[in-house]
């Protein structure tokens, strides 16, 4: 089983909420990433977390707060979102190795996200 | 600098019609190499990969890709396309140890024409 789920498909949000992203694998993965797509364009980086840390965090603005609360999930806390924020964002996950990952990464569907 | 590059943006060809797309890294070392494939509002599904040994690469859905260490390239192929192919491709490149980082290229959007 491949498989990496996140709720909700669909957001919608105001400038003002707080909204919650979620990914979940049973893989055993222990890296699992977020990355933010735009239209026709390549996904982005944003977060990598390995063994329940966060390993990289690729400069994304503080209005998005990950979080790893077990080695399954993986949630992206959201909040004073920017229109510009819109997009597609995606959670991956992939093996380890000696704590470093070199493996292939398997995608969720992704959460649209359109913010108003 | 390290970088992928998909010369083409948007590629249309008729079903049953053989398919080529093209994917050159520039990387200091040979990386791993893989493709994905995004029908629209999905995730990513990985088409094939290559970590080393036999540089044919088969994968799923019919398709297979070949590295080519001199020219730098890991280009996919597919014989007769179908229209349920018609999606957008990447093809991605990762350091063998070291970052977890994924190297994207800019994505090949396929037309297939019934």
């Known amino acids: 089983d491949t498989e990496v789920t996140q709720t909700p498909k669909h957001l919608v949000m105001g400038m003002t909420n707080k909204k919650s992203l979620k990914c979940e694998q049973h893989?055993?993965?222990?890296?699992m990433y977020w990355y933010k797509q735009k239209a026709k364009k390549p996904p982005e980086l944003m977060f990598v977390y390995s063994y329940e840390k966060l390993s990289i965090n690729e400069s994304v603005p503080s209005r998005f707060s990950p979080e790893c609360p077990n080695s399954s999930l993986l949630n992206l806390h959201l909040h004073a979102l920017q229109p510009e924020d819109s997009a597609l964002y995606l959670c991956?996950?992939?093996?380890?190795?000696?704590?470093?990952?070199?493996?292939?990464?398997?995608f969720g569907p992704g959460t649209r996200l359109t913010v108003l | 600098a390290q970088s992928v590059t998909q010369p083409d943006i948007h590629i249309t060809v008729s079903e049953g019609a053989s398919l080529e797309l093209r994917c050159n890294y520039s990387y200091g070392a040979t990386p791993y190499l893989f493709w994905y494939v995004q029908s629209p509002g999905q995730g990513l599904q990985l088409l094939l990969k290559?970590?080393?040994?036999?540089?044919l690469v088969q994968g799923i859905k019919g398709f297979e890709a070949e590295f080519k260490r001199s020219q730098s390239s890991f280009n996919l192929r597919k014989p007769s396309v179908h229209w349920s192919d018609a999606a957008e491709y990447f093809c991605a490149v990762a350091p063998t140890s070291g970052t977890y980082k994924y190297i994207f290229g800019t994505g090949t959007r396929l037309k297939v024409l019934a």
């Open positions: 893989m055993g993965h222990r890296a």
């Open positions: 290559y970590f080393s040994g036999d540089t």
């Open positions: 991956a996950s992939s093996r380890t190795s000696g704590g470093f990952v070199t493996d292939t990464q398997y």
